[in-house]
């Protein structure tokens, strides 16, 4: 079946625009991930849905970063103000459930470059 | 929060040698997870380890857990071009054995399979 999508691939914007990254988790996952990877970070969780549960943000870096996940499924990823150091590549996973929340599948993340 | 360090931080073999990585984590491990991820990709699930002593397989790749040492080793036997890629640690940010899957990952190990 289909895996976690994320959507674009690839963007580079301007210091100061906004930019909104997308992800499709796996049909029937009910909890979704954002994470950043950036050479000097490593591996950084950002913030996790969980069905209807309010979402867990204690990893947004700072208040220009903001997420939703509308009906459950697709989730938006929104940074606004961008800033040089948000340049990484920033990656969604899903999981099934909670009782297997770390077997996380991801998508192939989306290049963010902040010029 | 919880801190996962990994060595060696890269490694070259040649096809057919084994290896083993380690995972240490600055707490108590409740769960324990071992992905591998392609240069340009997302990461890829390999194994979970959730209690103390466990050992689990995977074609040529085998992960054990040392809940006393809070460690874990990851083993592959006769390495092959195939196995090459960046292998992350990762651990539960939850305390208590509930698993929210707000994983917390370690820097990574770079292998390197000359054929």
């Known amino acids: 079946g289909a895996g976690v999508s994320q959507s674009p691939s690839n963007k580079v914007t301007e210091k100061g625009k906004d930019v909104e990254l997308r992800c499709d988790p796996i049909s029937g996952h009910t909890a979704l991930y954002w994470y950043r990877q950036s050479l000097g970070q490593g591996l950084e969780f950002l913030i996790y849905?969980?069905?209807?549960?309010?979402?867990?943000k204690s990893g947004l870096p700072s208040d220009r970063f903001s997420a939703e996940r509308t009906g459950g499924s697709v989730s938006t990823l929104t940074i606004q103000r961008t800033q040089q150091e948000d340049s990484a590549v920033y990656l969604c996973?899903?999981?099934?459930?909670?009782?297997?929340?770390?077997?996380?599948?991801f998508g192939p993340g989306t290049r963010l470059t902040v010029t | 929060s919880q801190e996962l360090e990994q060595s060696p931080q890269s490694l070259i073999v040649q096809e057919g040698k084994n290896l083993t990585i380690n995972c240490t984590s600055s707490k108590t491990l409740y769960g324990l997870y071992w992905y591998k991820q392609k240069y340009g990709e997302g990461l890829i699930f390999l194994m979970m380890?959730?209690?103390?002593?466990e050992e689990k397989s995977h074609e040529k790749i085998t992960a054990k857990l040392d809940e006393k040492k809070q460690q874990s080793s990851l083993h592959i036997t006769a390495s092959q071009p195939s196995h090459a890629g960046i292998y992350l640690c990762?651990?539960?940010?939850?305390?208590?054995?509930?698993?929210?899957?707000?994983?917390?990952f370690g820097q990574g190990t770079i292998l390197t399979v000359h054929p």
């Open positions: 849905f969980q069905g209807n549960s309010a979402p867990d």
């Open positions: 996973a899903s999981s099934l459930n909670r009782l297997v929340a770390g077997e996380q599948y």
């Open positions: 990762g651990a539960d940010g939850s305390a208590g054995g509930t698993s929210y899957g707000k994983l917390t």
């Open positions: 380890l959730q209690k103390g002593g």
